[in-house]
């Protein structure tokens, strides 16, 4: 977190916390109308529909010959993603016909997630300040604020995301603390 916080002074930005707030993203400086305050690059992202995972366009797509699962608009997107799409699509291979069709933009957002901090900790994929998964570590996941229906949801859904993954470090109550985080985002 210190690295982020100096990440973020360098732009005029820094986290606080309010009482009434919770956690927040605070300027420290005066920002001219229409200046970017802040960009940034989703940890990991999944298109909704039938869209390219790279540049999310939905125009010349093709589906991923190995996997079936998921679509490029050509081959400059697909080899910018070849190293987490590698690991996804020989998880995703080994999935019968069925059980692919039940892998939802959802459930591929949570591997990819898994993946993308598996491939980070090999250092295969670099890691920055404002580009880590203690960041996404750090964020609430409001467990206690749910109800039995939604969590029953999560743990099913969390169940696939562990059947797909393979990873025996991974808790299936860990991935269901992540797609309450993640859902809580989506629905604020
Ligand atoms: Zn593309
Ligand atoms: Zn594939």
Not at 93 to 102: G, P, T
């Amino acid at each position: 977190m210190e690295e982020l916080q100096g990440a973020l002074q360098a732009g005029g930005l820094t986290v606080s916390n309010f009482p009434d707030k919770g956690r927040s993203l605070v300027t420290t400086r005066d920002f001219y109308p229409g200046e970017v305050i802040i960009s940034q690059e989703p940890y990991v992202c999944v298109p909704n529909n039938s869209r390219c995972d790279g540049c999310f366009t939905d125009t010349n797509l093709k589906k991923c010959s190995a996997c079936q699962v998921v679509c490029y608009c050509g081959s400059v997107c697909q080899k910018l993603d070849w190293k987490l799409h590698r690991l996804e699509c020989q998880a995703l291979s080994k999935l019968d016909k069925e059980r692919r069709k039940s892998v939802t933009p959802t459930i591929r957002l949570m591997v990819k997630l898994y993946l993308r901090r598996k491939l980070q900790n090999e250092k295969v994929i670099s890691v920055t300040a404002t580009d880590n998964y203690n960041l996404v570590e750090a964020l609430v996941s409001h467990m206690l604020d749910i109800d039995e229906k939604q969590l029953v949801l999560y743990a099913q859904m969390a169940n696939l995301v562990n059947l797909i993954l393979q990873l025996p470090e991974i808790s299936i109550k860990e991935i269901a603390e992540n797609f309450s985080k993640v859902f809580i985002i989506l629905l604020s």
